[in-house]
């Protein structure tokens, strides 16, 4: 599948889809407190999307799989990194932290961004977790530029990561977005060493070309591994993780527009 770069009409729309998603992500920010459960997050999110006349990415993903996923967002918690399910049983306590990711459709076109934060105070490690993911994601984007490798940008977010003492996932990456939630390119957050591996596609980047970036940390291994839900990716150490994410739009000249900024 090639990347197609999107018209600005397109990129009006993405737009949206993009400002609807971070309307529903401020809601649910606000929302975060000891006591409430990741299903209540769920259904604010789902509240929002639906006063936009926006409908969710997530719910029903990936057609025709045998495990359509069954909510609005993903709520993962502490060492859960992504893809978390939520659930009125599941309750937020305070030191949690919470990685909140949302997709939204918004006259075909998908936005797709996420955040983690944390539940009431929370440790000085976790907090510090929390802040070297967010500027991964931030010196990834303004490295997204026309012109520029895709595999500079991963080699730019994985190196900052590791150079703070942390690893970075392997398994997921970062996505193109446009009509659908996952297309070309794609963008991990690492890139191996040395020559060129069979399967690694790098390319450069013209104006246009819309993809998500989402950097996702773990304080420990790197290795992740899905429960039997089917669906939530834990670290296999236990120990605590965080993902930032933004749907960015390439642009003719400078940093990329943040297509999920509020
Ligand atoms: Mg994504
Ligand atoms: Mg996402």
Sequence with gaps: MATIPKTPDEL??????????ARAHQAMREAVQPGISTGELDRIAADVLRKHGATAAFLGYPPGGPYPFP???TASVNNELVHGIPSP???????????LDCGTVFNGYVGDSAFTMGVGPISDEAQRLLDVTETALKIGIDKARAGTHTRDISRTIQRYIEGQGYSV??????HGVGRTMHEDPQVPNWWPPGRPRRGWHSERLQPGVTFALEPMV?????????????????????????????????????????????
């Design 169 to 174: 996932v392997r398994e997921y990456t970062g």
């Design 71 to 73: 909510a609005t967002i």
């Design 12 to 21: 009006l729309i993405m737009r949206e889809a993009g400002r609807i998603n």
């Design 89 to 99: 049983d599941r309750i937020l306590k305070e030191g949690d932290i919470i990685s």
């Design 218 to 262: 773990n304080m420990g291994h790197p290795a992740t591994e899905v429960l039997d839900d089917h669906w939530t990716v834990v670290t296999l150490d236990g120990a605590l993780c965080a993902h930032f994410e933004h749907t960015i739009a390439i642009v003719p000249d400078g940093p990329p527009l943040i297509l999920t900024a509020l």
